[in-house]
């Protein structure tokens, strides 16, 4: 989990496409309270039907992320003796430890850092649908940012189990080979950056059925397996290196250290979504996930959207979700009174991966301009009882042609 | 007790077996709808004798054969927008459902067959007779039929669930945009999704696609 913006979701997209031509182009602003993050998104899609067998999607994305993200620092200026006691604690311990020191414990804080990028994306999927209507998606994509390159693959089949098609199965799988820059062992008085390798594997198996005329769900088993540099070299924790071997940690024995996590990563769960047409106008999209993982992180999310047509050009899209989540066996809330870790060991202090409570609300608007415009416009806020909050609009207009 | 005229009594049995003929009417039309949808795999064959229905499969284009017609096919095409395979005229035969035995009057035997417009199928090769009498034996038992249809995967979801086959033309709402995964505007779910992405510990689970979200 980078402090960036997830680009990309393609499955989300291309799973999501009307069967109607169109492109679209839309902005999303993002931004976090307390002048941390700011995003900048932008995306344009595109779909193609040919004929009935065949759909093809294009996406290209550009965003940009500036501001400041959350991390300890060391608030005491800093003097060439701290180059050499920095070296011993890096010395005593396999973990990276930062530049940075701090001879007195209490002096670190967390204060935002400057941070800056821009990244370019693109991803296209080609649909086929055979004689029986099954359909095989294969797809690629591929992004660019300052520290972060990714490359992947994905595939996906359906079918379907019943000539009446109220019932699908459906199978897929989809691979990523990224690399990010990260920080290296404190070394000369620094930390070099290197190029690290990030393999990431996921498989989903779904089923779909139709109820009535009016009513169908999706019932999803995804799993999911990472490997490489999982850490986010972003991010910082304390760390307590006892350099005097005196066997007990002074004040002064309190350094940076670079957020740790294992090098894999085991994580599966389910979705459930339902989808509802109460009436003519009005359209509930329920929906259910768990996740689980071999870090201990646990979730529940539980929401919906809804579509609300109000008149033939104006639709409505509120929407709410509540997620739970169990932080991770290795995660100690920075607020914490003791907010150090040992000198070896996992450790993070990204509250993305601690305990706490969400909810988000949103809503949407979609105005249809004419026979083939339409523009959408959103707006959403977001909190969680950690603290966090952020907002985020996005506007946007669709072609369909 | 009461007494009943005579024509009374009698309007009584025709106003019933009318309604009784009625039934059966909409009962063989659901089974015609039917027979249309699957006519890009088969065809039906009406006979005027007492000869069941006999399905033929055929391959990727059907032809339309007509030895004779009560009617010109071709304005009735124009006018419903779609080729019903049917005649228009349907003679109820005995063992069709109404019990013609116990009916002391003759039963009308011009029926219009309501075809839903609906229905959209390709051309079907439909022989239809100078007197065309509708064979139901083979459409008599539809319930038992669809019971019988081949046994799917996971079947036993409908089973549980008491769920009833969804034809096809009545999934018009389910093809509604905005009962897809992305809803009206799939954008809006993009966005939520990768804000929950960007501040959630929990990944995967929207879809295989992979994408470089850069969020380790």
Not at chain 1, 212 to 223: E, H, K, Q
Not at chain 2, 65 to 70: G, L, R
Not at chain 2, 84 to 100: E, F, M, N, S
Request: hydrophobic share 35%.
């Amino acid at each position: 989990m980078n402090i960036k913006l997830p680009l990309t979701i393609l499955g989300l997209v291309a799973g999501s496409a009307s069967a109607a031509d169109h492109i679209s182009i839309h902005h999303m602003s993002f931004e976090e309270y307390g002048d941390k993050v700011k995003a900048g998104d932008n995306v344009l899609s595109l779909e193609k039907n040919i004929g009935l067998d065949w759909t093809i999607t294009a996406e290209l994305g550009y965003d940009t992320v500036s501001g400041a993200s959350p991390a300890w620092v060391a608030t005491t200026p800093s003097s060439g003796s701290h180059d050499q006691i920095t070296q011993d604690a890096q010395n005593m311990t396999s973990e990276v430890i930062r530049a940075g020191y701090d001879p007195h414990r209490g002096n670190y804080e967390i204060r935002p850092v400057e941070l800056e990028d821009t990244r370019y994306s693109a991803s296209t999927n080609v649909t086929y649908r055979d004689k029986d209507r099954d359909e095989w998606t294969a797809g690629v994509n591929y992004s660019q940012e300052e520290d972060y390159k990714s490359m992947g693959a994905n595939a996906k089949a359906l079918f379907y189990t019943d000539n009446t098609k109220n019932r699908s199965f459906s199978v897929g799988g989809s691979i990523l080979t990224d690399q990010t820059l990260a920080f290296q062992e404190y070394q000369n008085g620094g930390n070099a950056q290197e190029w690290q390798d990030i393999f990431t594997s996921s498989m989903e198996v779904g089923m779909s059925q139709v109820f009535t005329p009016n009513l169908y769900a999706i019932f999803t088993a995804y799993g999911g397996y990472k490997s490489g540099y999982l850490s986010n070299h972003y991010l910082t924790v304390l760390r307590e290196v006892d350099i005097d071997g005196d066997g007990s940690i002074g004040d002064d024995e309190v350094f940076l250290g670079q957020d740790s996590r294992p090098d894999t990563r085991i994580s599966g769960g389910v979705n459930l979504q339902a989808f509802y047409s109460v009436s003519d106008s009005v359209v509930v999209r329920p929906r259910y996930k768990f996740f689980t993982d071999d870090w201990g992180v646990t979730s529940h999310q539980l929401g919906g959207k809804m579509s609300v047509k109000v008149t033939d050009w104006l639709t409505f899209a509120p929407g709410y979700f509540w997620y739970t989540q169990q932080g991770a066996n290795f995660f100690i809330d920075p607020k914490a009174q003791d907010p150090t870790f040992a000198s070896t060991g996992y450790a993070t202090s990204d509250i993305r991966l601690g305990d706490f409570n969400a909810n988000a609300y949103e809503l949407g608007a979609s105005i249809k301009l004419s026979s083939k415009w339409r523009m959408n416009a959103l707006a959403a806020y977001y909190e969680q009882s950690n603290g966090y909050a952020s907002n985020w609009w996005a506007v946007g207009v669709t072609y369909d042609y | 007790m009461k007494h009943y005229s005579l024509l009374t009594l009698l309007s009584s049995v025709v106003f019933l077996a009318s309604f009784s003929l009625q039934a059966e009417v909409v009962h063989m039309a659901e089974s015609v709808s039917r027979v249309v949808y699957q006519g890009d795999k088969a065809v039906a064959t009406v006979e005027p004798s007492v000869v069941p229905v006999t399905i033929k499969p055929f391959h990727n284009k059907p032809k339309v054969v007509i030895t004779e017609s009560v009617v010109k096919l071709e304005a009735k095409t124009k006018q419903v927008g779609t080729v019903q395979p049917l005649p228009l005229k349907i003679t109820p035969r005995l063992g069709a459902g109404v019990d013609t035995a116990a009916l002391p009057v003759a039963v009308p035997v011009l029926v219009p067959v309501l075809v839903p417009l609906s229905v959209t199928s390709p051309l079907m090769p439909t022989t239809i007779p100078v007197n065309p009498i509708l064979n139901t034996r083979a459409l008599a038992h539809q319930e038992e039929s669809e019971e019988l249809e081949e046994p799917s995967l996971f079947s036993a979801i409908s089973d549980w669930f008491s769920v009833k086959p969804v034809k096809p033309w009545q999934k018009g709402t389910l093809a509604k945009k905005a009962m897809k995964p992305g809803g009206e505007v799939p954008e809006f779910d993009f966005f939520s999704e990768k804000v929950f992405a960007y501040k959630q510990g929990s990944i995967g689970g929207n879809g295989v696609g992979g994408g470089g979200c850069g969020c380790n």
